[in-house]
């Protein structure tokens, strides 16, 4: 059932790889930026405010493919902004992850947020009363403690962008789902088969995630 | 004629140097309720205020705009001459200077209690870290909860975790200690390990306000009584005088309710 693999010409396990590569790289970036949204969101400054605000509230209601592919299309086709350039394989991999943590970092800027809120106000009051600054309160003080909360929603984000990895396919991105694609086309008559080992594929690389990080979260759980 | 006008007015500002923290003529509104009225209060270096009232009178409001944890809509405070500044570096300075203990406690509950009365040390005043843990350390001693000083907030009582906030706010060295109903949160066996630490600190020479409704406290350790009611100062007096021969019917009522039963 499975011979088509033994022909050595689909590498499954380097287009897995490459999904892996773009959830890690991603994860990192969105992580980033959407802390940086997150602080944007709650800071004291009027205009920061309404640029987080808009931007989440743009970014993460326009669809993952429009803006992976306004990244390819848009970015390095028409504006010949390629990031660092090289082969076109290598551009379509920077703008894939590029378009990833755009759309990513809102979600967690989102869930960073509810998290804020979960820590008491009386924590901050007594950081500023201190004499910690707005960049201290916020770094020293309220996001461990929100990181913490939001740790399993945060898994949830990471599971979805581990799967909408996929995205990257439609700018011709070599990962699993592209080559889904191109073994679905070859073979046919192994139709369900495919589906089912891809499926698979990508159960083995969320359902880690997901256990890994609950446990995470009830460990470090701040007590109050 | 006019040097007779500045000796004058030299004689007049003379007591005022010797005032750690002034408040003139503050106002505030909390939407249509208006929360300070015309506050005028001078504390002096080594002063412990206490001020009561009931609730909703505006003492605890009172006492976080010291150190502007609540805006004011107008009026003045300065605090050691200086007047409060709007936000901003030179905010944070100034509470550094302030030392501020909550009625719900407020300690960071992701850090030890060791880690807590440190991080003002490290971050604010950039002390060194072995300097900053001696200091610690011998201040946790000094509030007798040296002994828990590697546990999480949440493992300790609530006595603890406010003398735990005591030391935290004694390690920035601050000019002036505000006390927003210390003892208001605690079960009562645990009162008095507060009150102890809070006598001892009065006894050393620290300005304090204090906002409480621990009447043996005002009687005991303050210099001046401050009564308030409906967001204005109605009494002033020394603690004895207070409670023995209040001059308002307001305070004679406030007294009679909580003093006789």
Not at chain 1, 30 to 45: C, E, F
Not at chain 2, 75 to 101: F, N
């Amino acid at each position: 059932m499975f011979d088509f693999l033994d022909s050595g010409q689909y590498d499954v396990l380097g287009a897995f790889w490459v999904t892996v590569q773009l959830t890690l790289y991603s994860a990192v970036g969105s992580l980033i930026w959407g802390l940086m949204l997150a602080g944007m969101r709650v800071s004291p400054v009027p205009l920061m405010r309404a640029f987080g605000t808009s931007y989440v509230n743009i970014v993460r209601n326009t669809p993952l493919t429009l803006l992976v592919l306004g990244c390819s299309l848009g970015l390095d086709q028409t504006l010949g902004i390629s990031l660092a350039g090289g082969t076109s394989k290598e551009i379509g991999f920077r703008l894939a992850i590029l378009g990833l943590i755009a759309y990513t970092g809102t979600f967690v800027c989102e869930a960073l947020r509810s998290g804020i809120n979960t820590v008491p106000v009386g924590q901050a009051e007594a950081a500023r009363a201190l004499g910690l600054s707005f960049f201290q309160v916020l770094t020293l003080i309220v996001l461990p403690q929100a990181f913490r909360a939001v740790i399993a929603p945060l898994a949830n984000v990471l599971i979805a962008l581990t799967k909408n990895t996929t995205v990257a396919a439609t700018i011709g991105v070599a990962e699993a789902a592209l080559l889904m694609k191109e073994m679905l086309e070859n073979e046919s008559d192994a139709l369900f088969a495919v589906f089912a080992g891809f499926a698979f594929g990508f159960v083995l690389l969320t359902l880690p995630t997901g256990l890994l990080l609950g446990w995470v979260a009830k460990r470090v759980a701040v007590k109050r | 004629m006019s040097g007779v006008s500045v000796t004058k007015d030299a004689q007049d500002a003379a007591p005022a140097a010797d005032d750690l923290v002034v408040l003139s003529n503050v106002n505030k509104h909390f939407g249509a309720l208006h929360v300070l009225q015309d506050i005028d209060l001078s504390i002096a270096r080594g002063e412990v205020v206490v001020v009561i009232g009931p609730s909703g009178s505006g003492k605890s409001t009172l006492c976080r705009t010291i150190n502007r944890l609540e805006t004011i809509d107008s009026g003045t405070i300065t605090v050691d001459g200086k007047e409060l500044p709007s936000e901003g570096r030179e905010l944070a300075r100034l509470r550094a200077d302030v030392g501020m203990v909550f009625q719900s406690f407020n300690l960071f509950a992701h850090k030890t209690v060791l880690q807590n009365v440190m991080l003002g040390q490290l971050k604010v005043r950039k002390t060194d870290s072995a300097a900053a843990l001696e200091k610690a350390k011998s201040l946790l001693d000094r509030v007798g909860v040296g002994s828990q000083a590697d546990k999480y907030p949440a493992q300790l009582s609530g006595g603890q975790q406010q003398r735990v906030a005591i030391a935290r706010a004694l390690a920035m060295d601050p000019k002036v200690m505000l006390f927003d109903e210390p003892t208001s949160a605690l079960d009562p066996e645990m009162i008095n390990e507060v009150l102890e630490v809070m006598q001892q600190l009065a006894r050393e020479g620290m300005t304090m306000v204090v906002v409480t409704h621990e009447m043996g406290f005002a009687r005991s350790a303050a210099n001046r009584v401050v009564f308030m009611a409906d967001g204005k100062i109605v009494e002033e007096a020394a603690p004895e005088q207070f409670f023995s021969n209040p001059r308002s019917d307001r305070a004679k009522d406030f007294l009679s309710k909580i003093l006789h039963h």
